[in-house]
Structures are given as structure tokens and as C-alpha cells.
């Protein structure tokens, strides 16, 4: 493989990144609810109260500023505060990240098994 093909692989590859990027972005800015109101389910909460949380979680700002602030956070790795569990997202995906590769380590071995199993079956019996 030619150096210039191995850059330009790289390229489209930080290209689909940010364009994966930039769509989580908009998603979650166009699709209909209100993160805020699903926390505030309290009846009593006063205003002050939800234009904390709106502060705290930056949704005070305007949208290029949330754009950038998203962008540098998560080149930091600072993934935020979940809304339901309350704790860092970093902590929630490291607190389930074990048993999700046990999970997807025991499906790829048993499709591996059924693949070759099934290319040997299929070689056997070839041209019938």
C-alpha cells in the first residue's frame, strides 16, 4: 500500500468520524423532549432550580458554544453527567463495559464457529 493511499484512508476515516460526530450533535437537538423535563419530574421544583440544572449542564448557552464545548470535552474524554444515573458517563460505560465484551467475545466465537462450519459444509458439498 502506497503512503498516499494510507493518508488519504486516514483522511476519509477523521471525515466520517466528524461527520458521525456533528450528526450526534444535531440528533439530540432535534429530536423531540426535553432532557429537562424528564429530570424535573418534581412538581415543586421552582424556577431557579431548573435555570441551575440548565446552567450546570450548559443548555443556557447558545448552540455554537454547546457545538464547541461538546467537541472539547469529548477530546478531553469528559463524556458528562448522565442524566438517569446521575454519575460521570465514563463511570457508567466503565461499570458495563465487562460484561458487554464477555457478551460480544462469546457471540464472535460461536459466529466464527457457525461460519466455518458452514464454509466446510458448503466446500464439501461443492458444485451440488
Do not use: C
Not at 431548573?50 to 469529548?74: A, C, P, S
Amino acid at each position: 500500500m502506497h503512503k498516499g493511499d494510507m493518508v488519504k484512508k486516514l483522511l476519509y476515516a477523521l471525515i466520517t468520524i466528524l461527520a458521525v460526530l456533528v450528526f450526534n450533535y444535531i440528533l439530540f437537538r432535534v429530536l423531540p423532549g426535553n432532557p429537562l423535563a424528564m429530570m424535573m419530574r418534581n412538581p415543586r421544583a421552582t424556577e431557579e432550580v431548573i435555570e441551575g440544572i440548565r446552567r450546570f449542564y450548559g443548555l443556557d448557552q447558545e448552540w455554537y458554544v454547546q457545538f464547541f464545548t461538546y467537541f472539547r470535552n469529548l477530546f478531553k474524554g469528559n463524556l458528562g453527567i448522565s442524566f438517569v444515573f446521575k454519575a460521570p458517563v465514563s463511570q457508567v460505560i466503565a461499570a458495563r463495559i465487562l460484561p458487554t465484551l464477555l457478551l460480544v467475545g462469546i457471540a464472535e466465537l460461536i459466529a466464527i464457529a457457525v461460519g466455518i462450519g458452514i464454509g466446510i459444509i458448503a466446500a464439501w458439498k461443492r458444485g451440488s
